[in-house]
């Protein structure tokens, strides 16, 4: 779709047309941006360039009203028509200050423009926002000839939705028809393989399709204030930058964000004079290394300061390229998982060869921080976090102040939002509304750490059990091979399980979902099924071999044994009954014992003729 702004030109879109909608190019007075030329394209990069443009050193806008955005509105149009804190202004307190007279969402984005030397800080929430911005500019400083041309996606984005792929064998698009809802906090629970881990995949191509990463991100782990200012002289073709430029570098303000610093011009200044050119600085602190010279009023890298900014571009740079793994994470609790792994903690690290202590942010709160920037650009993507072995770590303690930030209504951008003050760093956190925690569960895994109560109840429970339906479906000629129905196998061992234990530690369909042929359901069940049927029972062989209904006792041996040929009569007296029955286990079979060993699973009762 597309939407042509001009001088004057009454302003007729309002947020439900933009709503959710991707900006996919647009030009001013013939300068065209796109995702292919400009970093970090979004919504904001409209106004951002529409000030660039129209800016100049005698005429800095203060604020944009509603008078600018609408030149020819009645005088009684009400303010409440623009959503939020439209405008230009001298502070981020400015910004708040209006957002809360204007009772708009708490979930303004504040942004800074600079030009000139001057910092300018502006408000947007959705691309309705920052059209409004671009609008007032162009009215305020275009000229008659002057438009700006905005191209963006016809259909919303749909979002909270999934669907099942009918064939396992080839990709199937979402149908419309077959969307459901998903919760934003779900655990999928079941007994071992009832395909938990591979409904994960299911949950990530519909959450995240046709999303992608196209921009380019650092890697910023274990990086020093001095090799964050390489990478923002390499964005910047090494061009000779004062401090204030360094600063206001978007590769810098990204690292900054990583760091907790009082005074970050202040720690780039220092660094940038500690490893500077004796010629430079007159400065005691100065180390010797000669990686900056001073060229009039700003700072430039030696010959040095190139080499070494080349060899740390090269390690820090990550390309994301078009794939989803930009919007997703995968980790796996077990117990010795804690909360510093999860969002904050202190840990060591050697900096230019002193040992330093500060605090790491851990792999959700990153995350969180990575969807929050993708709603502040006004993109609203889908973030999927999967958490396998949900129940295997400490709950409580590693999830920490999430257990009530997690709730949907709680979450940044609801109505009820709610922010925590961390305790080692100190910030505030929160967690996205575009943010999906998914775990999985394994029911028999009931001797490691529950689910804490609280946190049960916010999650929603999906429920896998086996079904030997999709055996019927995918495995052999209708479930069978060579003759022997594995669905029907699974459903007597299923049902006998459950007689003797309870449903949750059934076995799953996935045990048979790869076998093609009998020599693959023979170590199907001697190397997954049997073992794990003694991690259930505790050995008791006799239960175990009621289950496999082993009559012909191929894996499960009887054995009679006297105690009177093993311990002298005196001492065997009393102690032990004459004869006890024994039960030993056959690592393996030969095939044709398997197949009689299958052929016996199922109980086939005879029919009287009458």
């Not at 980790?331 to 998982?337: A, C, E, N, P, R």
């Not at 949750?504 to 790869?514: K, P, S």
């Amino acid at each position: 779709m597309e939407l042509i702004l001009k001088k004057n030109k009454p302003l007729i879109e309002n947020y439900e047309d933009l709503k959710n909608r991707k900006l996919l190019q647009f030009t001013i007075n013939g300068n065209e941006f796109s995702a292919e030329n400009t970093k970090r394209f979004s919504w904001k990069r409209l106004s951002e360039e529409a000030a660039l443009q129209y800016w100049t050193e005698e005429v800095t806008p203060s604020l944009i009203t509603i008078k600018d955005v609408y030149p020819n509105a009645s005088e009684k149009k009400p303010e409440s028509e623009i959503k939020n804190a439209i405008g230009f202004y001298e502070s981020r307190e400015d910004i708040k200050n209006e957002t809360k007279r204007r009772h708009s969402t708490p979930r303004i984005n504040i942004r800074e423009i600079e030009k000139f030397g001057e910092i300018i800080c502006y408000g947007s929430f959705a691309g309705i926002d920052d059209v409004m911005l671009a609008q007032g500019l162009l009215n305020l400083y275009g000229s008659p000839s002057d438009e700006i041309i905005i191209q963006y996606s016809e259909q919303q984005k749909n979002r909270h939705k999934r669907t099942h792929p009918k064939d396992n064998s080839q990709k199937v698009e979402p149908n419309q028809e077959d969307f459901q809802i998903i919760g934003l906090n779900t655990i999928l629970y079941g007994p071992p393989g009832t395909g938990k881990t591979y409904e994960v995949k299911t949950y990530k191509d519909t959450l995240l399709l046709n999303q992608s990463a196209s921009e380019r991100l650092y890697n910023f782990e274990g990086l020093s204030w001095r090799e964050a200012i390489y990478l923002a002289y390499k964005e910047r073709n090494f061009e000779a930058l004062s401090v204030k430029e360094i600063e206001n570098t978007e590769v810098v303000r990204a690292y900054a964000k990583t760091k907790k610093s009082k005074s970050i011009y202040g720690t780039l200044s220092t660094t940038v004079i500690e490893h500077a050119t004796e010629d430079s600085t007159t400065s005691t602190y100065r180390n010797g290394r000669d990686l900056f010279e001073r060229i009039k009023d700003r700072w430039a890298l030696t010959e040095a300061g190139k080499i070494e900014a080349e060899e740390v571009f090269s390690n820090a740079k990550e390309e994301i390229g078009q794939k989803k793994d930009y919007y997703y994470q995968f980790v796996t609790f077990h117990q010795s998982y804690g909360y510093e792994d999860f969002i904050e903690g202190i840990r060591a690290e050697t900096v230019d060869g002193s040992i330093q202590y500060e605090v790491k942010k851990g792999v959700f709160r990153n995350f969180c921080e990575r969807a929050e920037e993708d709603l502040e650009n006004g993109t609203d993507n889908n973030f999927l976090f999967v958490i396998d072995e949900i129940n295997r770590g400490n709950i409580s303690k590693i999830f920490g102040e999430l257990i009530t930030l997690i709730e949907p209504e709680k979450r940044i951008g609801a109505a009820e939002e709610i922010k925590v003050t961390l305790p080692y760093s100190g910030d505030q956190f929160g967690i996205p509304k575009n943010v999906y925690i998914l775990g999985t569960m394994n029911t028999a895994d009931r001797s490691l750490a529950m689910m804490d109560t609280a946190l049960r109840r916010r999650f929603d429970f999906v429920e896998m059990m086996p079904n030997s339906g999709l055996i019927r479906k995918e495995v052999g000629d209708s479930g069978s091979i060579e003759g022997f129905n594995l669905a029907d196998i699974l459903d007597a061992l299923n049902e006998r399980i459950e007689y003797l234990y309870d449903r949750e530690h059934t076995l799953g369909h996935a045990f048979f979902m790869n076998n093609n042929t009998l020599a693959d359901v023979k170590r199907t069940f001697e190397n997954k099924i049997i073992p794990l049927l003694q991690e259930y029972f505790y050995d008791d062989f006799r239960k175990i071999r009621a289950i496999l209904n082993d009559k012909n006792g191929i894996y499960i041996v009887e054995k009679e044994i006297s105690p009177n040929k093993l311990f002298d009569n005196k001492l065997a007296d009393g102690f032990f009954s004459n004869n006890e029955n024994k039960y030993a286990l056959k690592a393996t079979a030969s095939d044709e014992d398997f197949k009689k060993f299958l052929s016996g699973v199922l109980i086939h009762k005879e029919v009287n003729e009458l």
